[in-house]
């Protein structure tokens, strides 16, 4: 992954809109303990933080810098310890577990690193898949172009082990978008991917942000991942230490190298953030 | 390579442990039994024993001579002669029969079954060693009678008492000069045991001065042997003479014969329950070993052989089938505690006695264990050995889609060669037990068939329940349909875990209300009299002058006795019915095919089916040698068909009696003129002297007396299949929860899609619901097929016999299968609903 495919147009073609558009998922002193006493691991340790609609931020950082705690916070999947994360104008607090499922459901999308599909559905049943949870139907152009966009062909109807792992992860990228999510949270969804099908899936992730203005939060350990968004906070001990605007490759490497080298300057950077 | 085993057996020890649940029911049933037989063994070897101690030799009649109502004359003057032998220190003469006492309340003391009356044998002191008395005297003469204390506390009765009992004849008024305790057998049994004075004795029961029995006690000095020898030459035709010993032995034999059989009947529904629980452990290692492929293949890979793989698993089945045979042993001899319990508490009245648990109880239950977890575990585990080594290193395994070609072209040919047997035991030309072992046999392939088949019908059978599914439950149908569709190798062997018990309960039942149907047909077509009068105790006989009292009651216009017998043409023996010519065609309906019933009173009269045997007509003049030995000639007078009472061939009773020396009727036949029939129960009760012993029923009633007892025993095979319908919803449970267990992950993300708790259980109950009802509905359908052509196969032999389908039971079987199916989905739903979502999304 070299040479990143997509063009710097894309990038100057951002919707104008970004800097002043409302916050789909504000998550404010935040903070996630895992454990107690000896065990206590700080995952999270007051993180204030807010995502735009039709903004892609990648989430990057060292091994247990707590980004995917971060996005399983987020997404109301794991408990926090304090704060307050409001998708939306709902707080995730004082949601229950069936209303978090539903909150799930209707109004959020998920890419995991590995095994995003159903073994026994077709592509096009795992697509539809949330909607079908939800009881809902698919907005049929909507779901066409999401479809025209995975650009499975005549794939749509083959079960998940008769395609690459690229194709699966577009179908997975293509159920997130299904339901027509207020946010979308992948984590590492190009981690187990080759760069050929790693970037099949960028493109599709970034072009539904472009083209229909799409809420996406992502993970990822890879500089030239991290480039195909809008933005880059960077993770480490728990803490947002850095926050990137128009990254490019080799921005994104510079900083992380700078943060392998002095760790504690680091924390300097944080006052600085903007929420 | 130990270790290995042995952690694996920490790390699934809840699978392994539901697993061996399976094998525990079926050796804890396999232990029941055994425990169970040996103690009643025991108890009841133990009592007969008591009953014969102390005797050096016995006269008694012989077997064939009780089976052909013949009293030999062991009387007075034989007692004489015998004890002017040499060697013989004494002589007692025996009588017993069937005698009940009547409560304050009319109605009869203690189990029917085992209530016994004897003659007191009181020795020079006056005292009858083998009872203790309590209160008063033996009895001395006629109209006195002596009760144990068991049955005097129950009834309430104590010396001086006036009290009434029954045997075969009328009440008797008698007054209670004594009370007594015993160890007989009868009293532990639940009966009562009435002491009377010798002659009275003899005459209720043998006739004057005869006995039923001669025990003999040796001198010091002269042997069992020589005392019977000595005997033997003045035992009348008739008696036998044996030894103590012999005749002790004889007890013991005749105990273990009713043990066995009863305890091959038992066994054979442990044995279906075994056969069901090994479905279970094969499927449970099948699931396990496919999980664990990454793992074996990487032991592969690291150098094991495959003999190594294969030896580290079947140690795991090894530990599975011990753990299961000690713990069902353990079960099995509660259950035989409990069970014992449970019968006495509904009024079996089992011979009391230790429980017996032996060595061999305690091996054949490791045994059963060990064998089938083994048995079961072999393919499964073989198919482990297979897996390459290669396994090991690709990451993502393709879901295993080893053909069911193989297996389908096995399961066609089995079912084939089924129906071959079959086929060849319905037309070919085996008789009696050959040509029903041949038909289950046949019909016993055919089920294997089906079940190596079931995976090929799993799939379609999956679907169609999948679409129905899905019309109420859209998301959650469609789901649990496509997990169940995903193995139909294990789909199928759960479900015809649950299939093969629903294929016996289906046609038993299917089989049983055909014959029910068939008996209450031919009762109520066959028998044109109103009512019925019979001993209440099972297989006793009627006094004869009863017939002549009931004949008399105003209103009767006609009795018959119905007196059966055995006689024998030509050395073949035949049952022959007796009755009374003048009144029998007034109370039977019978259709004749040649001939009439004109010459009855000196003549025969021959079923059908005996004279096409037996190439008989009307005019064919017949030597029949009646049970004294007489032979008579007998000129054929009729030749009947559809005749329920009838045997094969038919007498007035004059003909028969002369030749019988007990006399009694099996039951009576009393037809009523009309304007009579209200109060006539209570005329007729009234002409028996309210005798408790004698039923007083209408022919309808009778009928549904025979109708209970077939429910009675339909009830109690139902109770033995249960089971095996346990041990297959064991199976059901298993299977999910391996599969919620394997799906973690699928589960975890469709939570975190949006599945909230209360559909993701219902997915799980769906699932379930498909398996039972798919084995359910099979099983069904295979159980009327079966039941069906077995009654069908019957019907050639058996006459009038039709096929009645109780549609209403097959449905409530369907039902069962289905709450079946959702019960068993309970743990698994609910584990699969508990799950933490990023702990399953963690979970590799
Ligand atoms: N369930 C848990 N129990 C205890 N500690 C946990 C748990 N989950 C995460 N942690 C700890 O929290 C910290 C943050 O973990 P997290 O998974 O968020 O890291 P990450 O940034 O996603 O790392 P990676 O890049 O390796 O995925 C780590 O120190 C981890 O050990
Ligand atoms: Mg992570």
Known sequence: ?275 | MLRTSLRNLVAYKVRLALTALAVVFGVAFVAAVLVFGDTLKAAMTDAALREHRGIAADVRATKYAVEHLQTPPLDEPLVGKLRALPGVASVTGHVTGFTAVVDRNGKLVGKKSSATGANAVPGRDGKDPRYTLTAGRLPAKAGEVALDTKTAKAAGYKVGDRIRIVARGPVLDQTVVGVFTTDSAAVEAGGSLTLLDTATAQELYLEPGVYGELRLNARPGTTQEQLRAAVAPLVPKGAEALTGDTLRQDDRNKVNKEIASLRTLLLVFAGIALFVGSFIIANTFAMLVAQRTRELALLRAIGATRKQVTRSVMFEALAVGVVAGLAGFVIGIGLAVGLRGILNNVGADLTPGPTIVTTATALWSLTVGIGVTLLAAWLPVRRAAKIPPVAALRTNLPPSTSSLRRRNIAGAVTMLLGGAVLLAGIKGSATGNAKVFTVMGGAGIILVGVIVLTPLIATPAVRAFGALLQRVYPVEGRLAYQNAARNPRRTAATAAALMIGMVLVTSLTVFSTSLKQLVDRTLSKGITAEFVLSSSAEGQALAPEIAATVAKVPGVTAVSPVREARVSVDGKEHNVTAVDPASAFSVLATTFTQGGPQSLPTGLLVSKQTADDRKWRVGTSVAVTFPDGQRVQLPIGGIYDQAPMLGALTVSLRTLTPHIDVVGDDFLLAKVAPQYKDGMRDALRKAVGNSPAINVQTSKEVRKDFNKLFDIMLNIVYGLLSMAIVIAVLGVVNTLAMSVFERTREIGMMRAIGLDRRRTRRVIRLESLIISLFGGLLGVALGLIAGVGGTKGMARSTRDLTVVIPWDRVLIFLILAAIVGVLAAAWPARRAAKLDVLTALRTD
């Not at chain 1, 995502?51 to 989430?59: H, K, L, P, Q, V």
């Not at chain 1, 229950?96 to 459901?105: A, E, P, S, W, Y």
């Not at chain 1, 999308?109 to 909607?131: C, D, K, M, V």
């Not at chain 1, 969804?189 to 899936?201: A, C, F, Q, Y």
């Open chain 1, 1 to 275: 992954m070299s040479t990143p495919r997509h063009s710097r147009s894309v990038a100057d073609s951002r919707p104008p809109s970004g800097q002043d558009a409302p916050y789909a998922a504000i998550a404010a002193n935040l903070m996630k303990v895992y454990g107690e006493g000896e065990t206590e691991v700080r995952a999270l340790d007051d993180v204030s933080v807010g995502f735009r609609s039709g903004e892609f931020t990648a989430i990057m950082g060292p091994s247990g810098s707590g980004k995917s705690t971060l996005m399983h916070c987020m997404a109301g999947l794991d408990k926090i310890s304090s704060g307050s994360v409001r998708l939306g104008d709902i707080e995730l607090a004082s949601l229950d577990d069936t209303g978090l499922t539903h909150l799930r459901r209707d109004r959020l999308g998920f890419i995991f690193q590995a095994f995003n599909l159903l073994p026994t559905l077709t592509a096009l049943e795992n697509i539809t898949l949330p909607l079908d949870i939800a009881g809902r139907r698919a907005d049929p152009a909507w779901l066409d172009m999401v479809i025209e966009t995975v650009g499975l062909g005549n794939r749509l109807d083959h079960r998940p082990a008769q395609l690459s792992g690229g194709q699966q992860q577009r179908v997975a990228c293509a159920r997130a978008l299904a339901g027509r999510p207020e946010i979308i949270f992948a984590d590492e969804p190009t981690g187990n991917l080759d760069s050929h099908s790693g970037t099949e899936v960028l493109n599709f992730l970034r072009a539904s942000v472009t083209e229909n203005g799409q809420t996406i939060v992502m993970v990822t350990h890879d500089a030239v991942a991290a480039s195909y968004a809008d933005r880059v906070l960077f993770l480490a001990d728990g803490r947002i230490v850095d926050d990137m605007a128009a990254p490019t490759p080799d921005r994104v490497l510079e900083r992380m190298r700078a943060f392998n080298r002095k760790p504690d300057e680091t924390t300097a950077a944080v006052s600085a953030l903007p929420l």
